[in-house]
């Protein structure tokens, strides 16, 4: 019932910026909270960041709090991921995802909703 189309992925060197667009579409209104996840080749997936719809309100890890910064346009039902300060560390493929109507979540299994992924990729 909702889809995510993700765009925004690429090269950067170490210490650029990037901004990820995650677009949705569908019954977004069945939808509460957009999150940000990344994963990378023999890790785990991990928590990013995420927003709820209604208040606006964002979460962060610990290892992107004051270098990412997710917003969202409501009218457009688009979520953004501003990376500032890239590491090499940060290189993953990164997933937009959301939540079912009624949920905040900061783990993966909260989320039923995935887009396809975007690589990012931060060189040294």
């Known amino acids: 019932q909702v889809q995510l189309v993700e765009s925004g992925g690429g090269l950067v060197q170490a210490g650029g910026s990037l901004r990820l667009s995650c677009a949705a579409s569908?019954?977004?209104?069945?939808?509460?909270?957009m999150g940000w996840f990344r994963q990378a080749p023999g890790k785990e997936r991990e928590f990013v960041a995420a927003?709820?719809?209604?208040?606006?309100?964002?979460f962060y890890s610990d290892s992107v709090k004051g270098r990412f910064t997710i917003s969202r346009d409501n009218a457009k039902s688009t979520v953004f991921l501003l990376m500032n300060s890239l590491k090499p560390e940060d290189t993953a493929v990164y997933y937009c995802?959301?939540?079912?109507?009624?949920?905040?979540?900061?783990?993966?299994?909260?989320?039923?909703?995935w887009g396809q992924g975007t690589q990012v990729t931060v060189s040294s």
């Open positions: 995802a959301a939540t079912r109507a009624g949920v905040i979540s900061l783990i993966q299994q909260g989320y039923a909703y």
């Open positions: 569908g019954r977004t209104f069945s939808t509460s909270t």
């Open positions: 927003i709820t719809w209604r208040d606006g309100k964002t």
